[in-house]
């Protein structure tokens, strides 16, 4: 059973055009991380959440903004899609406290800017 | 300076044979989690195993182990039995206790499994 889902798995958005990507997990895990991968690269991390406590990235351009509304759902909204935003975006959770767990990944969203 | 250090670009394995995915890190912290994922060319990533800094003993999940040298600030990946399916881009990350609950990347390896 999937427990961390990111909707859509593929996403087409026009240049400077709002979108919004969406993440909800079952897992219950206070924690919940956004990143960035481009083609043949590492993830990077745009900004986690821990509980409702927000760490933004200092190079997290201000073109990405995030909003967690509560512990299953958090959303990733790009305010005016440039081409080099085109990647995929990958939404993750862990339990944050006490000792150090696995993050657990969602499937993806693919993002094309035309 | 990078947290973390994947130096093989890409491998190649023969099916059936063992292979070894390094990894360095990078860290003044006593407590610190190191973790393998797996991501296939679907895009997802897929947790693999797990070594904590204080553990004792190397982790091992099914064909998947971890060869944790702390002093030397190593923790390899050693996939035994090479499939096919096992071709695919893995990851080596880290969490840093005092780093709160940052999950850094290096750059990958991708691994490619001749039949």
């Known amino acids: 059973d999937a427990m961390v889902i990111q909707n859509p798995r593929y996403q087409v958005t026009q240049f400077g055009k709002p979108v919004t990507l969406s993440c909800s997990q079952t897992?219950?895990?206070?924690?919940m991380y956004w990143y960035q991968q481009k083609s043949s690269q590492a993830p990077k991390l745009l900004f986690h959440y821990y509980d409702k406590d927000f760490n933004n990235e200092a190079d997290t351009p201000d073109n990405f903004q995030s909003r967690r509304p509560n512990t299953s759902f958090c959303f990733l909204d790009i305010r005016s899609p440039g081409l080099g935003d085109a990647a995929m975006y990958l939404c993750?959770?862990?339990?944050?406290?006490?000792?150090?767990?696995?993050?657990?990944f969602g499937q993806g969203t693919r993002l094309t800017v035309v | 300076a990078q947290k973390i250090t994947q130096t093989q670009p890409g491998m190649f394995v023969q099916e059936k044979e063992a292979v070894t995915l390094d990894c360095t890190y990078d860290?003044?912290?006593?407590?610190?989690?190191l973790f393998w994922y797996k991501q296939p060319s679907s895009g997802e990533m897929i947790f693999l195993i797990y070594?904590?800094?204080?553990?004792?003993q190397n982790a091992t999940e099914g064909r998947y182990s971890l060869n944790f040298q702390k002093a030397r600030k190593s923790a390899n990946l050693v996939i035994s039995a090479s499939q096919l399916g096992d071709s695919a881009m893995y990851f080596c990350?880290?969490?840093?206790?005092?780093?709160?609950?940052?999950?850094?990347f290096g750059g990958g390896t991708r691994l490619m499994v001749k039949p």
């Open positions: 897992l219950n895990h206070n924690v």
């Open positions: 990350a880290m969490r840093e206790n005092n780093a709160g609950n940052m999950l850094t």
């Open positions: 070594q904590g800094s204080y553990d004792e």
């Open positions: 860290t003044s912290d006593q407590s610190y989690g």
């Open positions: 993750a959770t862990c339990r944050g406290g006490l000792g150090i767990t696995e993050a657990f």
